[in-house]
């Protein structure tokens, strides 16, 4: 049998499982979801053992649709959310719920850092923003502050592949990626935790899990995960990388001119550099092959607002929900008849970086409708992603001359078109969607030889289905132009409010 390749997905609402052959086709796909919890405001967690059952039915649905047995996958890689930290007891198990990216708890220590490192210092050598849940040590620093029984039971202190990987084989490790947007390293440097930020945010590096690339083999799987998951006991596992990474290694971007563009639960755009960039409106993260790093940019509540209004305003939810807010919104006409809508629902992150952003409705009516509402809730997120979109020509340094759009938001076909009016540049739609399960599959064929090189493994990425473009109306830029500069000046002059009523939720 041709060698097959398992690529695990663990997103925020749900786990797939892909196996693919080496030439990257899609044998089986298994899918699985899951809910976080919101305890108290500004607050986003999930236990991880609904990850590892969703692995579970994930990995035996995959297999199942593709007439396989699990001894027969030679290698296993994965993909996961991030930066989201969880503290494991010796075993694997967590001993406290994961705190996602989005999660806002952590702004005590924020302004703790800010005392003791100062926020230009941290962000020097860090390369990043200092926020809560985007820097994995402000999360840290909570569990330690907040939970100091579960920081105490706690043998490691990891991440989304730490948990996934060391269920499988044991061991604790992870890579670059997550190291990167951290908050205790040197961006120079994403391969080893930095004893000096560790020492000054009071955090123990031995604590922290062993770092590999995301291509390297980490272990095999051990004889009780093999029971469990029906792969055979010694296979190969290789560390994996966070999703957004992960998911342009699926798309076959390598290329500093193309941006990978990821439509989800929140949108991430991405490229590929040389070099960090100082640019800190987006994050710097590292890519794949050592000495590449990564920017991105990145809202905080795209696929969310769209999935709130259909909750909160329709009574709905699923598919049939999602088909209902798409016939709303097309009633309404471009500009949604006056309304605007911020889609801060969980803060903002790129370029706004606040969280305690709020989301707003203005230009409200008696002549409103629900048809405008929902119009504006697709505008309002399509003008959070052209605010990500302009900072990409500072940070390549160049015009980036391509678009590839992936994630579950590219399936309405409305959004597309409306985002490519907004954005006035086309968008590549990948027709082959799995970028997040063939790109774990990809790195777990790096890792074992499967594949000649990173570049080689792109290759294939490129060749597992094309793209539709969805050219921009240009007939609507004037009136886009004109909106999203309205958005762009609409929540500098709300902040103090935001920030007021932010403090009462």
């Given amino acids: 049998m041709a060698e097959l390749l398992l690529g695990i997905d663990v997103g925020t609402s749900g786990v797939k499982a892909g196996v693919f052959d080496a030439e990257g086709r899609l044998l089986g796909l298994g899918r699985s979801s899951h809910s976080v919890d919101s305890p108290h405001p500004g607050w986003v967690q999930c236990d991880p053992a609904l990850w590892w059952r969703g692995i579970l039915k994930s990995v035996a649905g995959a297999c199942g649709e593709a007439r396989v047995a699990g001894r027969d996958i030679a290698a296993v890689g994965v993909d996961v959310l991030f930066p989201t930290i969880v503290p494991m007891a010796a075993d694997g198990r967590a001993v406290h719920p994961a705190i996602l990216y989005c999660d ?150 390598l290329s500093p001119n ?82 605007l809508f911020l889609p801060y629902l969980q803060g903002e992150r790129t370029p ?51 678009i590839r759009a992936v994630g579950g938001g590219t399936r309405n076909d409305l959004w597309n078109q409306i985002k490519a009016d907004v954005l006035q540049q086309p968008l590549d739609v990948l027709e082959f969607q799995e970028t997040g399960t063939l790109g774990g599959a990809l790195l777990a064929g790096v890792g074992t030889g499967v594949y000649g090189s990173f570049e080689d493994a792109i290759a294939v990425a490129r060749s597992a289905g094309g793209a539709r473009t969805v050219e921009p109306d240009s007939s609507r830029a004037a009136l886009y132009d004109e909106l999203f500069d309205l958005y762009e000046r609409t929540y500098p002059q709300i902040r103090d409010i935001a920030h007021g009523l932010g403090g009462n939720a």
């Fill in 352 to 402: 706004v970086w606040d969280p305690m952003a709020r989301g707003l409705f203005i230009g409200l009516t008696s002549r409103t409708t629900r048809a405008d509402l929902a119009r504006a809730v697709f505008e309002g997120t399509s003008f959070a992603l052209r605010q990500v979109m302009e900072c990409t020509d500072t940070v390549a340094g160049h015009a980036v001359k391509e």
């Fill in 104 to 253: 806002q708890r952590s702004i005590a220590q924020v302004r703790a850092i800010e005392e003791t490192v100062g926020r230009g210092e941290y962000q020097r050598i860090t390369g990043n923003m200092l926020v809560p849940g985007n820097c994995a040590a402000t999360s840290i620093a909570w569990l330690r502050d907040e939970q100091p029984k579960a920081y105490a039971a706690a043998d490691t202190i990891g991440f989304a592949n730490t948990f996934v990987t060391s269920r499988l084989t044991g061991d604790f490790f992870t890579d670059p990626s997550m190291v990167a947007v951290s908050g205790l390293v040197d961006i120079g440097d994403p391969w080893q935790w930095s004893e000096d930020m560790c020492d000054r945010l009071g955090i123990d590096p031995r604590r922290l899990p062993k770092i590999a690339g995301a291509a390297q083999v980490v272990g095999t799987v051990t004889v009780d995960a093999a029971e469990q998951t029906g792969l055979a006991a010694g296979t190969p596992v290789v560390c994996g990388a966070g999703d957004v990474p992960v998911c342009a290694v699926g798309a076959g971007a």
């Fill in 258 to 339: 193309t941006v990978t563009y990821v439509a989800g639960s929140t949108d991430c755009a991405s490229l590929a550099m040389s070099r960090p960039t100082t640019d800190l409106r987006w994050v710097n993260t590292a890519y794949v092959p050592r000495g590449t790093w990564f920017g991105i940019g990145t809202t905080s509540a795209s696929g969310v607002s769209i999935e709130w209004f259909i909750r909160e305003f329709l009574g709905e939810r699923g598919p049939a929900g999602l088909r209902m807010v798409t016939e709303l919104a097309a009633s309404s006409p471009p500009g949604a008849n006056g309304v």
